[in-house]
Structures are given as C-alpha cells and as structure tokens.
C-alpha cells in the first residue's frame, strides 16, 4: 500500500515549527518520513538518492516553514518541496537514462499486463522507466497530479507531461510483457535522446 | 470511439490501482539521527561566519592602521620600539582583556537567567564552548608570560561572546520568521 502524504498536522506543531523549535521539526520529520521518502524512491527509483532528496526537502521545510502561510494544507507543501528537490538534483545530475521508445506495443487499449504483474515484477518494471516517465507515472497515477500541475512542476508544457505519461505507459506495458516472456528489457535502454 | 476510451479508462484505473498496491518501502533507520547533526552543523558554521567575519575585518583594520607607523621607524629603532610596545601592549591588554572576560561573564550570566531555553542542538554547542572555557581558565592559571596570557584571554573572550550569542538565537531566529511572515509568498 502506498504510504499517503495526506496527514494533518496539528496547528501547535506546525506554529512551533514555524519558530524553528528543532522538536516540532523531529515531529514533523517523523510523521512524514516514511511518505516522504517513498515518493523520493518512487520518482528516482534509487533508496540512497531518496535518502538525499528527503533529507534535503525536508531541512527546506525547516527554514522556509514560516513562509508557510496555510493556503494549502501543509502536506501539500511538503509533497511539493520533496518533487522540487528531485527534480533540482535530476536536473543537476542528470540521471535520468534516455531511451528509445519503440512504438511496436503501441495498443493502448490491449488488456492491461500490469493487473496480472505480481508487485515485485512491476516494480522492477518501474524501476527500468526514465526517471522522467517514471514520475510523470507516478505523479498522474498515485499522487494524483493534473497535467498542469506536472506541466508546471517540471517547467514544461502540458503536451509534454501527456506524451511522457503515453510514452511511460506504453513502456511499461512492454517491459512486463518481456518479463512475462523471459526476455532482457536492459538490451532496449539505448542511449538515444528522451522525447 | 466511446469503447476505446472507456477501455483506456479502465486500463489507465488499473495501473494506478496497481501502482498504488505496491508495498511500501522503509526509510533507514537513523534518518532524523543523521539529520540532526547536518542541522547542529550548519548553525555552527552559520555562528562561526557570523562571528569569523567581523573579527577578521576588525584585525584587518587593526593591521592596517598599524603597519604604515612601524614601516616609518629606522631599522633598530623598530626593532626596539617594537619589543618595548609590545610588552608593554600585553602587560596592558591582559588587564583590559581580563575586564571585558568579567563584563562577557556576567553579560552570558544574565541571558543564562532570563534566557529562553536552547534546544538540544544548541545545548550541546553550549556544553562544548563552556568546556574549552574551563580548558582556558586552567591553562591560564598555569602561565605567568604576559603574552600568552593575553592569546588566551584573548580566546576566551572570543567564546565567551559565542555562548552569549548562542543564547540570543531563539531571539534573532523569533525576529527573522516575524519578518519573515510579513513579506513571503507560499507556494
């Protein structure tokens, strides 16, 4: 079950945080550690770099708390802060593998592998994505994003947050197809430019 | 036409429904442990520059003002010059330096009384600098040269205004989010 980043968090605590009381911040750290943290794997699909991007998010929330001034519920913000701070260190280092994206399972109507994947072979499935299809999936599909609102957060348009959410799909479906068959998807990550 | 969408729908429902069964992962263990120290780290090289800054600049004015006078001077006069001056500078400076301990003492006695309470981070930083106090004091009361004595009066004025200026950071952090607040955007 995916871990929610929907938690209200007390007034009290997030005034006290708001004054830079290194309490309310372990408090807060504690309650979203687990979401926080699972978001930052699910979009760089690497624990060591999900450790990074929350440990960084999170001391951004520590300094910036007092611009918080409560027009959206706070997990919101914090959910924010973390996708920012993955895209900032995606930008910087450049981590996302470009791949090929061959169009020969184009059928986006055919039965849909992943009700049949075990969680184990979609995971690694959504492992092997680009780390930009892979959180647009994500984003769209679990954390309930527009197009606009991943158009905006990535700085691009909205066609673009669509062709990578087709794009990201449609490779899925190959991957688990493959898997399903025996066959190395590593052999079609190629090193050709992203869409 | 209506078929396919809805068959798109249905698939689009079940990859998320899908995506959101996956199991959740575990963060290690020690995330807020590691955290903590980056944060007491931070705030001291923030205290440090704070404080390194303006000492550096004041020596630095220090030295200028005192360089163009020795170069005037001939040679041996200098030289002589130089060794009198400066004893009697550090004869004269351990006086003065051992008065303002006494005023920063009693300054740091005061927000200790009526301080607000430091948090662990900042506790922690204050058991340290109290303790290089006690190091100082005792290497103090073992010298009788006039010039080491005034290095570590020196030194130990020097922590004794980063302990007081380590309990006035509730206040200037207080000060900076009020400001804050009243000139930020969210979101």
């Known amino acids: ?195 | 036409m209506h078929d396919r969408l809805d068959r798109q729908r249905m698939n689009d429902d079940a990859l998320a429904a899908a995506l959101r069964a996956l199991p959740m992962g575990e963060p290690p263990g020690n995330g807020w442990q590691r955290l903590a120290v980056r944060i007491a780290r931070e705030r001291r090289r923030r205290l440090l520059s704070r404080i390194a800054l303006p000492a550096a600049l004041a020596a630095g004015v220090a030295f200028a003002v005192w360089l163009p006078q020795v170069r005037r001077a001939p040679a041996p006069v200098r030289a002589v010059a130089q060794q009198a001056a400066t004893n009697r500078a550090a004869i004269a400076d351990v006086a003065a330096l051992r008065a303002h301990s006494q005023r920063l003492q009693d300054w740091v006695r005061t927000l200790d009384r009526e301080g607000a309470p430091l948090d662990a981070a900042a506790l922690a930083d204050a058991v340290s600098l109290q303790n290089r106090i006690g190091l100082i004091d005792l290497q103090l009361s073992a010298t009788h040269d006039s010039s080491a004595s005034a290095a570590l009066w020196q030194q130990r004025n020097a922590l004794l205004e980063r302990l007081g200026l380590l309990r006035l950071q509730p206040y200037s952090v207080a000060m900076q989010t009020r400001a804050a607040r009243t000139d930020t955007t969210v979101l």
């Open chain 1, 1 to 195: 079950m995916t871990p929610s980043f929907q938690q209200h968090i007390e007034p009290e605590w997030l005034a006290r945080l708001q004054r830079r009381d290194v309490a309310a911040f372990e408090h807060v750290y504690r309650r979203f550690e687990r979401a926080a943290w699972n978001l930052a794997l699910r979009l760089s699909g690497r624990a060591d770099v999900a450790q990074e991007v929350l440990h960084d998010a999170m001391l951004k929330a520590f300094e910036r708390a007092g611009q918080y001034r409560g027009d959206a519920p706070f997990w919101a913000w914090l959910r924010k802060l973390v996708v920012n701070e993955w895209l900032m260190r995606l930008r910087r280092d450049r981590m996302q593998l470009f791949e090929v994206f061959t169009d020969s399972l184009a059928d986006d109507e055919a039965a849909a592998p992943w009700a049949m994947a075990d969680s184990a072979t979609l995971d690694r499935a959504l492992n092997r994505l680009p780390d930009t299809a892979r959180a647009v999936l994500w984003l769209y599909h679990v954390e309930g994003y527009t197009h606009i609102e991943i158009a905006e957060q990535f700085g691009r348009s909205v066609s673009f947050s669509k062709s990578q959410l087709a794009r990201g799909t449609r490779r899925l479906r190959e991957l688990l197809h493959m898997d399903k068959n025996g066959e190395d998807a590593s052999c079609m990550i190629g090193s050709i430019g992203n869409a």
